[in-house]
């Protein structure tokens, strides 16, 4: 019978099984660190450098062929849409001394975040995520988008939000130009927008009321404009006597107006009731009525929702000179000199 082998023995030879096997393991294969530039437009091909660790040739050597061994050093590179749709294979991928890849990035790729993926020649393969992104640059936007506006008062502001577009509708976010901007009325204001990233939001006013009005936005060849849309009159902001008024002694005057005005001076309905209070300087010095015969003393003046104006109308005291002050509610007032004739 054959010695039989120690306990220590059997172990060593375990264990040298076990390194030759570690030892003939394959590597793990190519795995990408970073990609520079780490993103291009979209309108031209961008070259770009791919590193990363086990990016190595491929050694084949036939021992039955004089010839000795051959080196594969054939990689491919390639974006891996976030969407799911198919690979797009990057051109040119090269192996360089610094076992580092070059490759070019084709141009037309939709903008947004890619992975990139890398094949060493023994079929292995490695991503980087989110590892390029494909920007939108300034030329190959086409057209101004507009948001829609709704109605609109003169002169109250509201905000308009313009994006630089592609032939397919998608923001060039390269895009960072002024536009001049233009309305029907020839009163928008202001009348430029700047963006940045492809975008513009701009705060903007149109003076006076205006039927289907639209906002055009233009930079060179590029140009947007917006849907119609209608400027009614604006907010009340003051309060004015429509023609100076006069007042007799001894008897009824005509009748005479005050109107609610927007911040630009034009006509502007009331939204919600507005009381008007009329005092007289001196105190006494003028009575205001309701009625031509001046027999009805006149309270506040009331103007309904939709009204811009309210009439009334005036007796004098006594011959000479007297002031009347309109007192709204929450506007400012107006005051004005009144000539009381005999």
């Not at 039989?4 to 660190?33: D, F, K």
């Not at 040119?92 to 610094?98: C, H, K, L, N, P």
């Not at 009525?289 to 104006?309: E, N, Q």
């Amino acid at each position: 019978m054959g010695a039989r082998p120690r306990p220590g023995a059997r172990a060593l030879a375990l264990a040298a099984l076990l390194v030759a096997a570690c030892a003939s393991s394959p590597p793990p294969g190519p795995v990408p660190l970073s990609v520079t530039p780490r993103q291009g437009g979209s309108s031209a091909p961008t070259p770009v450098e791919i590193s990363g660790a086990g990016f190595d040739a491929s050694v084949k050597t036939n021992y039955a062929d004089g010839s000795g061994s051959t080196l594969q050093a054939t990689f491919a590179a390639s974006l891996l849409p976030w969407d799911g749709s198919p690979a797009v294979a990057l051109g040119s991928v090269a192996f360089t001394e610094r076992r580092t890849l070059t490759a070019v990035v084709p141009a037309g790729l939709p903008p947004g975040r890619y992975d990139v993926s890398v094949t060493d020649p023994a079929g292995r393969t490695g991503v980087l995520p989110d590892g390029y992104e494909v920007t939108s640059d300034a030329a190959s936007a086409v057209a101004f988008q507009v948001s829609p506006v709704p109605a609109q008062r003169a002169g109250v502001p509201f905000a308009l939000s313009l994006a630089a577009v592609d032939g397919a509708g998608r923001v060039v976010s390269g895009y960072a130009g002024s536009a001049a901007l233009t309305d029907q009325s020839g009163t928008v204001a202001p009348a430029s927008a700047a963006f940045a990233l492809g975008r513009a939001t701009v705060e903007l006013a149109i003076a006076v009321p205006w039927s289907a009005d639209r906002i055009t936005a233009r930079d060179g060849t590029l140009s947007g404009t917006s849907n119609a849309f209608d400027v009614g009159t604006g907010i009340p902001a003051q309060i004015a006597f429509v023609t100076p008024p006069s007042a007799s002694a001894s008897s009824c005057s005509p009748a005479f107006q005050l109107e609610l005005r927007d911040a630009g001076g034009a006509p502007a309905a009331a939204v919600a009731t507005v009381t008007v209070a009329l005092e007289s300087g001196p105190p006494g010095a003028l009575a205001v009525y309701s009625d031509a015969a001046c027999s009805t003393a006149a309270g506040p003046l009331v103007f309904a929702p939709g009204t811009t104006r309210a009439s009334f109308r005036l007796h004098g005291a006594s011959a000479g000179t007297a002031h009347l002050r309109a007192v709204p509610d929450l506007l400012p007032s107006a005051e004005t000199a009144v000539a009381v004739s005999p």
